[in-house]
């Protein structure tokens, strides 16, 4: 092996590459040009002798080129032709040599950069959907909301809202729901046991299902602002298993609601009643379902409303009209009808029972679900009975 030339000595180190070796040691004058110069290898037992395009893999040797690594497409298969050297070939060899490395990936790049144009158009641009697309070229949405009209709280209330869909009729027998809870109110009070039914045939997703609808009632019942904060009473919800429940609160289907036994149809109005000769609660579902006028959408307060004037009756309340005029409605005011005393007196008086328990005063109140909504002598927090 030849010396490095030292620091400062003005000697360039030899650039050229290791002359080919035939088998024997001997430079082969095909494959190395006579007046090459280059460092001399010792033959050994395990010369190889390479090609030129191979040079650069023989031991010792460095690249001749600075062409990059390739791999094979086909492992296995004849290594490709080499490019030539420089001065030996012309501008088309190097250019057909160049296209052969790379020339896919000359395709790949325009290619993979429409692709991602393509991408964020689709991306940010308008929806695919055809109707959303349309919608937003014409600047108008598919829908708009209708708004809320106006109720005349002095008349025709006691129509039922259009709304969710209900069983018109059932088979006139009910389930009693399971469930215990614990007594609620202020202790050593009366303690009054009720329970939860629903009549068979209503679809359960009407009402939300047992459970959702039994926790309705029994969180309506024993909220502070319901019965219990009068001081004198106590609820529990009781199952199947207790024997003589004080009343029962009864899911129910209009057709079975208008039977003369139960809550009658003289009004022609759909309503929830009390029946004392059953001790029962007759909630109507389609007013479950779609609430009141006077109520204005609110179906969740009218739910509330609904039951604790039933059990107001219950606890021998009875149907009073408005007390102050603009104030709310006292919760024993028939507000499934209305909250203006002209009108619910007119829409009663066709009934003989009711006949006269109102008065025309020209009094209109505000909806109201609570009979004591500020609360009163009873909290949650209070010790059960």
Not at 152 to 176: D, E, H, K, M
Not at 190 to 202: L, S
Request: charged residues 20%; negative net charge; contains cysteine.
């Amino acid at each position: 092996m030849t010396d490095r030339p030292t620091a400062g000595s003005g000697a360039e180190p030899d650039r050229t590459d290791h002359p080919v070796l035939d088998p024997d040691g001997t430079a082969d004058p095909e494959l190395a040009p006579a007046g090459e110069s280059g460092l001399v290898l010792r033959p050994s037992a395990d010369t190889v002798r390479f090609r030129p395009d191979e040079q650069r893999y023989a031991r010792g040797n460095r690249r001749t080129d600075a062409e990059p690594l390739a791999a094979s497409w086909r492992p296995g298969a004849d290594p490709p032709t080499a490019r030539p050297a420089a001065g030996t070939g012309g501008n088309g060899d190097r250019e057909r040599g160049w296209l052969a490395a790379y020339g896919w990936r000359i395709y790949a790049i325009p290619v993979l950069a429409l692709v991602t144009i393509l991408v964020v158009v689709n991306l940010t641009g308008p929806s695919n959907n055809a109707l959303g697309s349309a919608a937003t070229a014409a600047g108008t949405p598919e829908a708009t909301e209708g708004g809320a009209t106006a109720v005349n709280p002095t008349g025709g209330t006691a129509v039922l809202p259009a709304g969710g869909t209900y069983a018109q009729s059932g088979t006139g027998t009910w389930r009693i729901l399971p469930g215990n809870s614990p007594v609620v109110g202020k202790p050593g009070a009366r303690v009054y046991h009720y329970q939860v039914a629903v009549e068979d045939g209503i679809d359960p997703a009407v009402y939300a299902g047992d459970d959702a609808f039994t926790q309705t009632v029994q969180a309506i019942v024993a909220d502070p602002r319901g019965w219990l904060a009068a001081g004198s009473v106590d609820l529990q919800q009781v199952d199947s298993t207790f024997a003589t429940p004080d009343f029962t609160i009864e899911l129910t289907t209009p057709d079975t609601d208008h039977r003369a036994d139960l809550c009658g149809f003289v009004t022609r109005f759909e309503a929830s009643c009390w029946v004392p000769a059953g001790k029962k609660v007759v909630l109507n579902v389609a007013r479950w379902v779609r609430g009141a006028l006077a109520f204005d959408g609110d179906l969740g307060l009218y739910r509330e409303y609904t039951i604790n004037h039933e059990v107001g009756e219950v606890l021998g309340d009875h149907d009073v009209g408005c007390a102050t005029d603009g104030g709310l409605a006292p919760v024993m005011m028939e507000q499934t009808y209305g909250v203006a005393d002209d009108y619910v007196y007119d829409v009663n008086n066709v009934e003989p029972g009711a006949r006269g328990a109102l008065r025309r005063d020209d009094k209109v109140c505000r909806v109201n679900a609570w009979p004591y909504p500020q609360g009163g002598g009873y909290s949650p927090a209070d010790p059960p009975s």
